[in-house]
């Protein structure tokens, strides 16, 4: 594996359900990122974890929880969510303060649809 | 309030062809600024980046300007091919601290 990868790629549940998404990445990276596309909208940013500590929540509500247990992997674990949930969840990792502007890698995001 | 406006919207052109997409942005205090490319279903992967006193950036058929007079970036992309179908993202670094502002994208679809 290379890059970035996230599990599962599509996910569809109900609002009652209880799931996790996961984020691996293989590039050496101390920073990782949440981010929730919607459709006609900005890239969202939801979390970022550096060196495996949460410096950034950004208003997101409680339903969506994050979980860091060390630099490359990092999961999102969803409980109780809406129909307006439903979206393209990035994940993204980067080598805070490396020479490449802190370029983000993104992986392929995971497709979730609440019903 | 720093934003990144992007246009148009969404674009057809025909295989082949060339064509510009706009970036203007009020991002305050500027560090950088990326065009991403983002294939339907995949997350976005970095084209070009440039820095303040840069304002010019090729990458094979894709060609970054930047005037940070104006806030302005355009990416120009020459003879399309289908493969270049895809979602065109302008971004902006704010200050030292690296906050990603994003625009809303460019849809490009290339016809043969």
């Known amino acids: 594996e290379t890059g970035v990868t996230q599990t599962p790629r599509h996910l569809v549940m109900g609002m009652t359900n209880k799931k996790s998404l996961k984020c691996e990445q293989h590039?050496?990276?101390?920073?990782m990122y949440w981010y929730k596309q919607s459709a006609k909208k900005p890239l969202e940013l939801m979390f970022v974890?550096?060196?495996?500590?949460?410096?950034e929540n950004n208003s997101v509500p409680s339903r969506f929880s994050p979980e860091c247990p060390n630099s490359s992997h990092l999961f999102l674990h969803l409980h109780t969510l809406q129909p307006e949930d439903s979206a393209l969840y990035l994940c993204?990792?980067?080598?805070?303060?490396?020479?490449?502007?802190?370029?983000?890698?993104f992986g392929p995001g995971t497709r979730l649809t609440v019903l | 309030k720093n934003q990144v406006e992007q246009s148009p919207q969404s674009l057809i052109i025909l295989e082949g062809k060339n064509c510009t997409l706009q970036?203007?942005?009020?991002?305050?205090?500027?560090?950088?600024l990326r065009w991403y490319k983002q294939d339907t279903g995949r997350g976005p992967v970095s084209l070009t980046i440039m820095t303040f006193s840069e304002n010019t950036k090729s990458n094979g058929r894709y060609t970054a300007t930047l005037d940070a007079d104006t806030k302005q970036s355009s990416l120009h992309i020459t003879a399309s091919q289908l493969s270049d179908s895809a979602s065109y993202i302008c971004?902006?670094?704010?200050?030292?601290?690296?906050?990603?502002?994003f625009g809303k994208g460019t849809k490009l679809s290339v016809k043969p």
């Open positions: 993204a990792s980067s080598q805070a303060g490396g020479q490449d502007y802190n370029e983000q890698f």
């Open positions: 970036c203007n942005y009020t991002v305050s205090p500027f560090s950088n």
């Open positions: 590039l050496g990276h101390n920073a």
């Open positions: 974890y550096n060196f495996k500590e949460q410096t």
């Open positions: 971004v902006v670094t704010q200050g030292s601290q690296g906050n990603l502002i």
